[in-house]
């Protein structure tokens, strides 16, 4: 699969790709400079109050360790009111301001393809920025090739990319219900609250808004962990502003604040 993307790649000439430092755009970008050079790529990454700062760190210095050429791009979705407005389709207006960021970008460096790390099974959730991609024809090869979830981080193991096994990542928003106004204030909350549990020892969670209420998420395997360390738990978050704490026993799940619109089509 890996021979089929670089050939995929190589009419291309000269890429952008849209870079986050997960898995997938990661792979991307690797395959990238093994099929054209690093002279013929850019990593673009989108920098908002919606990225938290542990993974901005992260992805610049893999893309420093890939010998990628880097960009940091400055994003305005948090002020877009349709965005803070935070309704169903808000990851559009997020995509639109970043997938022009980033096209305006690579027309500037005489790059006419942006690439994006989406794979073949990030369609089977809800996501409205899809249409943005579309409509700014942002190219991706790993979906296009039929790339699933396993064949990403089996060729990003097989590759030597430090962050194969790293756990999915979203949009500091994704974790805000719809309909709540979603400000730089209250993403630096949730940042902070994340924070504080990476540094209890965590390593994949998320904590969903609810005003006054934490909402945390941890995999299955970790539940137990989870009420064992409960009161540092709920001290680290009190600190940041909730007042209640609570465990979501269905454990981590991707898109899980999708699941009221599923259960309102129902």
């Known amino acids: 699969m890996i021979q089929k ?12 790709v849209a870079y986050s430092g997960g898995v997938d755009s990661t792979l991307v970008l690797k395959a990238s400079l093994d099929a054209l050079g690093s002279e013929n790529v850019i990593a673009l990454l989108a920098v908002s109050p919606s990225l938290p700062q542990s993974e901005k760190d992260e992805a610049v ?25 935070n309704a169903p389709n808000r990851c ?3 995509k639109d301001h970043v997938y022009r960021a980033l096209r305006q970008c690579a027309e500037q460096n005489g790059i006419k393809h942006v ?9 089977l959730d809800v996501r409205p920025g899809r249409a943005a991609a579309r409509e700014l024809k942002i190219l991706s090869p790993l979906h ?3 790339f699933s979830k396993q064949d990403v981080r089996h060729f990003a193991k097989a590759l030597g990319l430090p962050n194969w096994d790293k756990p999915a990542a979203a949009c500091l928003a994704s974790r805000v219900p ?5 400000t730089p204030k209250l993403l630096s909350q949730i940042e902070r609250a994340e924070a504080a549990l990476f540094d209890l020892g965590f390593r994949e ?27 540092a738990i709920t001290t680290a978050l009190r600190a940041t502003g909730y007042i209640y704490i609570t465990l979501d026993l269905a454990g981590l799940r991707s898109g ?4 009221v619109l599923k259960a309102r089509a129902a």
Do not use: I, K, W
């Open 5 to 16: 993307l670089h050939a995929l790649l190589q009419p291309l000439g000269r890429v952008a």
């Open 61 to 85: 210095a893999l893309a420093q360790q890939l010998g990628a050429h880097l960009e940091l791009l400055p994003t305005e979705e948090v002020n877009d009111p349709a965005y803070q407005a």
């Open 92 to 94: 559009y207006f997020c």
């Open 115 to 123: 690439l994006d790390g989406m794979n073949a099974e990030d369609t």
């Open 144 to 146: 296009d090739l039929g």
């Open 178 to 182: 719809y309909g709540t106004s979603v």
């Open 205 to 231: 969670l998320r904590v969903r808004h609810h005003g006054d209420v934490a909402r945390l998420e941890v995999p299955e395997a970790d539940l137990l962990h989870a009420l064992q360390q409960r009161e």
């Open 256 to 259: 899980s604040m999708n699941e």
